[in-house]
T-cell receptor, first 116, second 112 residues
Framework: SQTIHQWPATLVQPVGSPLSLECTVEGTSNPNLYWYRQAAGRGLQLLFYSVGIGQISSEVPQNLSASRPQDRQFILSSKKLLLSDSGFYLC???????????????FGPGTRLTVL | QKEVEQDPGPLSVPEGAIVSLNCTYSNSAFQYFMWYRQYSRKGPELLMYTYSSGNKEDGRFTAQVDKSSKYISLFIRDSQPSDSATYLCAMSVWDSNYQLIWGAGTKLIIKP
């Protein structure tokens, strides 16, 4: 069976510090990978998605970046955190499917980031 | 106007009641409609999905899509305290393998 891991679970960082959040998937190959941010009462905001190693698409301009150094590893980074970067960060994966299929996404446990 | 509108609640009902959760949308190209359940401080998990219009039933849960009104619903029968969670709707178009458009989520509280 497939599992998705995220760490750390919680993180408190000062403004201007760097960030690195890691996500790994087990039990599947060549998944689509996603980074979301969830703010209270605002649903999920897609930040990045990746369809393969080194292939990253950004949905929202920001001071965050993402990388996919290995097939089942997805990293979210920042060089200098802002107060507005606080939130609940979720990693998700989905199988690569043909256009005639729905796109079920499976989520990790999330990282709660507080920037002070 | 947001592509998907969902009342954030909270919606509080007594145990055993029938719950109705709803989303409206503006993009007529949406074909896949999903409901995710999210417990506090956890990632969302897929509860049900439907393709195009109609109803789909799974145990105590029924998902309904009305494409003519651009309106989807999730009904929960015989609600239990364990159903207390945030329910998010999500949608995608036919040819999208990546993009889910999400509602804000409705917080549901089932009182024992």
């Amino acid at each position: 069976s497939q599992t998705i891991h995220q760490w750390p679970a919680t993180l408190v960082q000062p403004v201007g510090s760097p960030l690195s959040l890691e996500c790994t998937v087990e039990g599947t190959s060549n998944p689509n990978l996603y980074w979301y941010r969830q703010a209270a009462g605002r649903g999920l905001q897609l930040l990045f998605y990746s369809v393969g190693i080194g292939q990253i698409s950004s949905e929202v301009p920001q001071n965050l970046s993402a990388s996919r150094p290995q097939d089942r590893q997805f990293i979210l980074s920042s060089k200098k955190l802002l107060l507005s970067d606080s939130g609940f960060y979720l990693c998700a994966w989905s199988a690569i499917t043909y256009k005639s299929s729905y796109n079920e996404q499976f989520f990790g446990p999330g990282t709660r980031l507080t920037v002070l | 106007q947001k592509e998907v509108e969902q009342d954030p609640g909270p919606l509080s009902v007594p145990e055993g009641a029938i719950v109705s959760l709803n989303c409206t949308y503006s993009n007529s190209a949406f074909q896949y409609f999903m409901w995710y359940r999210q417990y506090s401080r956890k990632g969302p998990e897929l509860l049900m999905y439907t393709y195009s219009s109609g109803n789909k039933e799974d145990g105590r849960f029924t998902a309904q899509v009305d494409k003519s009104s651009k309106y989807i619903s999730l009904f929960i029968r015989d609600s239990q305290p364990s159903d207390s969670a945030t329910y998010l709707c999500a949608m995608s178009v036919w040819d999208s393998n990546y993009q889910l458009i999400w509602g804000a989520g409705t917080k549901l509280i089932i009182k024992p």
